[in-house]
């Protein structure tokens, strides 16, 4: 049986930094997962991040430390989507938004995709027949199609009635488009009413069932 190779100890990555005195240690952690956020296009979860720090390094006291550096940043830590990521500070939209030559409205979501995306995040899983009656119109295949381009929803598991027809859920990516830990963090209806997302025409606000309410989701990864 042949003898598996010698990795020298040295060639190894280094985590616990032993030989470095306590503050200079926990600065380089710092450096470490300050770098490994900059580099992540998507939040970046603490079981990754464990993997550049030492057994011993309290992480959730590492990244206060670095968000109290980027307090006077345009840009901070923030926990979303069940990670960490680096993102612009909300006041600074207007900037992003002129440096890039687009339209705020361009972002967006149109009101009806936003009225059935609603009604998905509160119903999930949900067929399109379901979000038709809960919405009081027609949920057509494209709405939904345009939904899922935008990686917000995906198909969840089929419903247990005749032709076993898809429901749907939303998705990580829904949580980092709103901004969203869990989808416990979800708004209050009343919250929603506020903001005139149930205002549409033909979304029967006098019918209960037809509201979007907070129902026992699951915490979907």
Known sequence: MAKRAHIPQSSLFDTELADLPAQ??????????????????EPVSLEVLRRVVGRDCNLDLLIDDISAELA?????????????????????????????ARKKSAAKLSATEMLVLAAIAYHQPVTRAALSEITGRDVSRDIIAQLRDQALIAAGPRAPRPGA?????????????????????????????????????????????????????????
């Open 165 to 221: 027809p898809y429901s749907y859920v939303t998705t990580r990516r829904f949580l980092e488009y709103f901004s969203l830990q869990t989808l416990g963090d979800l708004p209050a209806i009343e919250m929603m009413e506020d903001a005139g997302l149930l205002d549409e025409p033909g979304l029967r606000k006098d019918d209960p069932a037809a509201i979007p309410r907070m129902g026992d989701d699951p915490d979907l990864d």
């Open 24 to 41: 200079s240690r926990w600065r380089e952690w710092m450096s470490r997962v300050e770098a490994v956020l900059f580099a992540a296009a």
């Open 72 to 100: 006077a940043r345009p840009y901070e830590i923030v926990f979303v989507g069940g990670g960490w990521q680096f993102r612009t500070r909300p006041r600074h939209a207007d900037v992003l938004h002129a440096a890039a």
